[in-house]
């Protein structure tokens, strides 16, 4: 190799630059990254373009130290992976051919560089391949690749014959005895079923910048295979919590091995890193967790502190192999971890940190350093969109995964395929698409639980609780299952969902006994609290949400939905501001404004319209995002300001064109709204049309109003009948609106509704409902002092 590079630094082969010194690749004005190994074997493959690089040289040159069946897979692997980045076929081969069990033969013409030539361009050797045949062979007259005899030999042709088949009886020979060593001395092989443990690099360079960060990078390679499965690191930090360590304690191979066992995980890989000279060196072991056998090692050197990722994403992919992966699988499922993730050794140590941190609030900056050392970063755009979202902060979610999305080819195929999934789910919110790519996910990664989940999700938001409870059911099966916490929160809302309350009462008080606890499931068990009429258990969650951001504001909100749906409206008003404030305490500026919305809506219902619109405008001041501007638009429309209701559904509709809500319950809500506010219910009924198949799902704000709306639609029209149907809707699916004001508002309304049928006596039963539902109703409320009227002229 080394005569090449003195002869020229830069070689040019079929619109290919490369140069020798650097290692970089180009074709045009793009840069393509090779990697070290597949970097050396092209260079040794253009020192003798046209003739023949036994495998054996190769070993020699780029693997002195591996043995035969390790090297085996090295090198199949190294020019799989030149082959890709070369664009080039094993089947078809226009650069690099196969010459079986021999080598490697570059094929097509190579031109250099000269240094020593003012920098001319000349030719250094042709590819062209002389062929002979006899006796139907061919052979190739490359004399790097065959003996035969010198002019003047006398040896007979039957000599020949038996020579051949000496040959041929000796090659055999060697493949057996080559089978058995191989079979007798690889490493031992995981299943499809087991899992791995990372531990901590050990870093021995005194460089900082490689703690947490070569684990992370692992990490990701890793993850893009369909056969390994990683522990996750919501496990890994319920281990921790069990071991009583804290949270971000180093994993040291002790440690990681104890979680290991603990998780039920099979094999633990302890990494490290040490600087030698100028270079890096790296090395991989795989243990059996159990006994402490070792299963696999490899190792890496990387020329300098900038190719350590591609050092570690060599060792990444050898381990794969080692560990059992097919080579096709490997190679199908193997982005550059620097494309994967970043070129930026901090911003990825900056990004490991966030995945670290448990705390969504906390695990922000991280992500925003990340992104700000490399903004072409995607992963960490989308973990920042996804801390965002779980914050309620819909529009920072939206505006980050959008930005992931914009760079998904950049990351291998599981992070790319969440990615989507995730700008289908939340930042075009286009629910079909979402269900595709997260149907997709599971189809390449069956023993993930996160494409079932997210199937779960949208299920219910379609109101398809069966299939949701379906696939929350098959999560359930995986011998990986999700972290417990969200195991039990899809478990407790699909019953809830269904009405099936007694096995969501019971999940939820196991996960009480097995101390599990979030803002979310919290939220679900005060839901069904509130179903089965259990103050007292409403009462402890808000109690025991005090004081924790995220999941106060949270609460204390739903308290005042409660206290709205009893009509005690002073209450409601009063908890709705403390909800505010925490909102505002822990930073999430859109939660505040939705409060403000929810508000808003619940004072034009009771008939106070200009309390509402005061609480209108205070949320779109404080967020535009689309729920809140659903929420503010709808309470304006609903209050009498029919023109700026228009204008904020018209904004809607531009800027959310395939969000699946938007277009098919927000909006048709919303123009039957302001339809009715001009007097024309046929109209509204008409436009409410398109909400039907998703009426009955579950979106986070204001579930079944395009029922509620429609209902008043035909109350508007004189068709009683009608009506009465659609309130009906809503009062048999009373685990869907919960404690929402129109769960309440419902039996007035279908008490109207009889009323006009001339069926008094359900008209009275059902007024009589809602009047002792308000038995401690807040005496000024508009639609109390008109129900109060109605029922009495029914006596």
Known sequence: MDDLKEASHVVRFQGFELNLQTGELRKGWNRIRLQDQPFKVLAALL??????????????????????????????????????????SAD?????????????????????????????????????????????????????????????????????????????????????????????????????????????????????????????????QLEQSPFLRLVSEPQIQGALRLMKRAPDARLTPEIAREICQRTGGAAMLDGSVAQIGAQYQLVLKAMNCSNGESLASTEARASNKNHVLDALGELASEM??????????????????????????????AYSLGVRTTDFAAAVPFFERAIGLDPNFAMAYGALGSCYFSLGETRLAMENIAKAYALRDRVGEKEKLGIESHYYLFGTGNLEKARQV???????????????SELGNIYATFGQYEKALAATREVLRL???????????????????????EEARAMGQEAQTKKVDSAELRYFLYQLAFLQNDAEGMAQYVASAAGKPGAEDVLLATEADTAAYAGRLRKARELTREARASAERAGEKETAASYEANAALREAHFGNASESRVHAEAALARSTGRDVQYGAALALALAGDAPRAQSLADDLA??????????????????????????????????????????????????????????AAYLAAHQGMEATTEFAKI?????????????????????????????????????????????????????????????????
């Open 731 to 795: 009062l048999d699916h009373r685990q869907i609106v919960v404690n929402q004001p129109i769960g309440a508002l419902a039996h007035l309304q279908i008490g109207r509704a009889y009323a006009m049928q001339a069926e008094v006596t359900k008209a009275k039963a059902a007024y009589q409902d809602f009047l002792t539902l308000w038995k401690d109703a807040d005496p000024d409320i508009p639609i109390l002092k008109q129900a109060k009227a109605e029922y009495a002229k029914l006596q």
């Open 92 to 220: 078809v081969p226009h650069l690099i051919e196969t010459l079986p069990r021999r080598g490697y033969r570059f094929i097509a013409e190579v031109t250099e560089q000269n240094a020593h030539s003012g920098g001319a361009v000349v030719s250094r050797r042709s590819a062209t391949r002389k062929v002979g045949q006899f006796g139907g062979f061919e052979l190739d007259a490359d004399p790097a690749i065959r003996e035969l005899p010198q002019s003047g030999s006398k040896l007979p042709r039957r000599f020949w014959s038996v020579a051949t088949i000496m040959v041929l009886i000796a090659a055999l020979a060697l493949s057996v005895v080559g089978y058995f060593y191989f079979h007798h001395t690889r490493t031992a092989k995981l299943t499809d079923k087991d899992t791995i443990v990372i531990a901590d690099f050990t870093n021995t360079t005194g460089d900082a910048v490689f703690d947490q960060t070569l684990r992370q990078g692992l990490a990701v």
């Open 479 to 501: 011998d990986m299952p999700p972290p417990p916490t969200v195991r039990y929160v899809h478990l407790v809302y699909s019953y809830l969902f269904l009405n099936r309350l």
């Open 320 to 349: 794969r192999g080692k560990l059992g992966e097919s080579l096709s699988m490997v190679q199908k499922f193997d982005t550059p971890l620097e494309q994967a993730t970043t070129p930026s050794l901090e911003a990825l140590k």
């Open 654 to 711: 531009k800027r959310f064109p395939e969000d699946t809500i938007v277009q098919f319950n927000y909006l048709p809500t919303l123009h039957a709204e302001i339809s009715l506010a001009h007097n024309n219910s046929p109209k509204a009924i008409e436009g409410l049309q398109a909400a039907i198949p998703y009426e009955l799902g579950s979106p986070w704000w204001f579930p079944l109003c395009p029922v509620y709306v429609r209902g």
């Open 438 to 452: 997260s149907e997709l996910l599971t189809q390449i990664y069956p023993r993930d639980w996160y494409g079932l």
């Open 47 to 88: 020192q003798r373009p046209g003739q023949l690089v036994t495998r054996e040289e190769l070993r020699k040159l780029i693997w002195p130290g591996e043995s035969f069946g390790d090297f085996d897979h090295a090198i199949n692997l190294a020019v799989a992976k030149l082959r890709g980045s070369l664009g080039d």
